[in-house]
């Protein structure tokens, strides 16, 4: 082999190298502060992400503005931060949330929220809570299939833990989630 060939040879290895190695880093802080890419184990947020789905939620969300009501976000799981949990938020800071028949109220609204969907609601009852500042109550939307605030130790999500909001699944087939 002649010694120019060696150099071109060496010139391509260092070329591809720089290239992997950009994609490498690139990657890593797309989602380390851009974007959370998860799967969704369970069927708790059935019928809008089923279970296996992979969706991915904008970090940046809530840079300039809190969570809102019926956001879907990502989170760290109250009672054991090294999962990552899907749910609706449904109570804000401040509100006090209760269940009656399966129904959400918040205050001492007499009207219950407009949740069209929740999959095959409960008939449940729960007692008035009231969410911390700077907190969340969340919820399933398949309540009868979620391990969500009614049933955590830690009853709320602190705003902290909240990594991003859902903007859409990409498997088994592409669809925008920010507005369900």
Do not use: C
Not at 39 to 56: A, K, L, Y
Not at 127 to 133: D, F, R
Request: glycine letters at 4%; a negative charge; aromatic letters at 12%.
């Amino acid at each position: 082999m002649h010694e120019v060939d060696k150099q071109e040879i060496i010139k391509e290895v260092i070329s591809w190298t720089k290239t992997v190695v950009l994609a490498v880093v690139f990657a890593l802080v797309i989602t380390q502060f851009v974007i959370v890419n998860a799967m969704v184990p369970t069927g708790s947020m059935e019928n809008i992400i089923m279970p296996n789905d992979r969706i991915v939620a904008f970090r940046l969300s809530y840079m300039f503005s809190p969570p809102q009501r019926f956001d879907i976000v990502v989170f760290h799981n109250p009672d054991d931060r090294t999962e990552l949990y899907v749910k609706r938020v449904i109570g804000l800071p401040g509100e006090t949330v209760t269940i009656r028949g399966g129904k959400v109220y918040i205050n001492d609204e007499t009207t219950p929220l407009r949740d069209s969907f929740v999959s095959w609601p409960k008939h449940e009852y729960f007692e008035a809570i009231t969410v911390p500042e700077d907190s969340f109550y969340m919820l399933g939307d398949n309540r009868n299939n979620s391990l969500d605030s009614r049933m955590w130790n830690n009853k709320f999500v602190p705003a902290d833990d909240i990594l991003g909001k859902v903007l859409f699944r990409y498997f088994p087939n592409i669809t925008i989630l920010a507005n369900s």
